[in-house]
């Protein structure tokens, strides 16, 4: 039996339509920066790509500044808000690492952003805050790595701009499986990323409203505008370009998938689990759930022994398990070592969500008696 792969918020299978662009890329010669005709093509290629990630989350093409990743994009934006002289951070309590820390070693005052205990964002706690001294960058993620769960931004958008803040959004998660419109959400900067959509890893966008002045992340040329130096990973952008493409053509297609993930939901559920965020809106494709006393990386061990690859919800970096912060943020520190995180994308298939819970249901059952010998 072919493995099941169920890790796409971790990273997405790369789209052939990606593969085809990257590999076209690759067979042809030609520097953006260069007059002659191969250089005009590959421009061309450049902009098209550009054209298409615009049209992702609908904005001109000259809002997209293309980075290394997400965790660059956010880096750049948030160093483009300390440059314009905002004086403290108002940051989102289950914000991915990329901000977190890139907010943290701003040296600016950070407050935490509370949630509730679904993973949403508290927007009185925002209205007070606001209206404290100082202009303040607001870090706000569109939807959460672990939960899926999807923030209020626009009305978040809506209170920052009255408050003369800049809104940054990390739309890493959500893009390509919910509709994104930036001028919708008023914000200020939002970022993305390739490898999330079907596209390859190490290459991702940040879109930048006209209130929004960029500085210069990188020395040593004028590429992306002056924003970003260094000759563009031009096959990766285009592989990008291609993903978008079909990211946005195939939103209807995923957000059908809410079916198949609140069916194994409910299998988990009946046996016990506790699904994390499930009264929130949440991504179609992404379930969170907890078992006490079921160590996460011990799940994530048995599944992959049969067969279906998911995640810890707790991130692991450096060889190290962390726990769970947005779980914390949640009110459930004690599920936070237990929560894994199941995640499905444009390739997945009922069959794949339904031998996950097959997989998962069965070693459980040969764990239950073990319980009730040691007890
Ligand atoms: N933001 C979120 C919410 C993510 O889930 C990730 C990746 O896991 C990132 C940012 C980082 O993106 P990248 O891997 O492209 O740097």
New binding site residues.
Partial sequence: MTAVYLDF??TAPVRPAARAALNALLDRVGNPSSVHAAGRAARADLEKARDAVAALVGVVPGSVTFTS???EA?ALAIESAVAARFERILLGATE?D?VWEAAHVTGLPVEVWPVDADGVADLAWLDEALVRPGRALVCL?MAN?ETGVIQPVAEAGAKVRAANGWLHV?A??AAGKVVIDFSALQADTLSL?A?KIGGPQGV?ALVAGTRATLTRRQHGGGQERGRRAGTENLPGIAAFGAAAREALAGLQALAAQAAWRDALQARLEAAGATALGKDADRLPQTLCVASEDWPAETQVMIMDLGGVMISAGAACSSGKVKPSRTVEAMGRPDLAPYSIRISGGWSSTEADWTRAGDVWLEAQARRRPKIREVA
């Fill in positions: 918020n971790a990743g997400g965790t956010s991915h990329a993620m790595n990390d890493v998660q990323s490898h991702g």
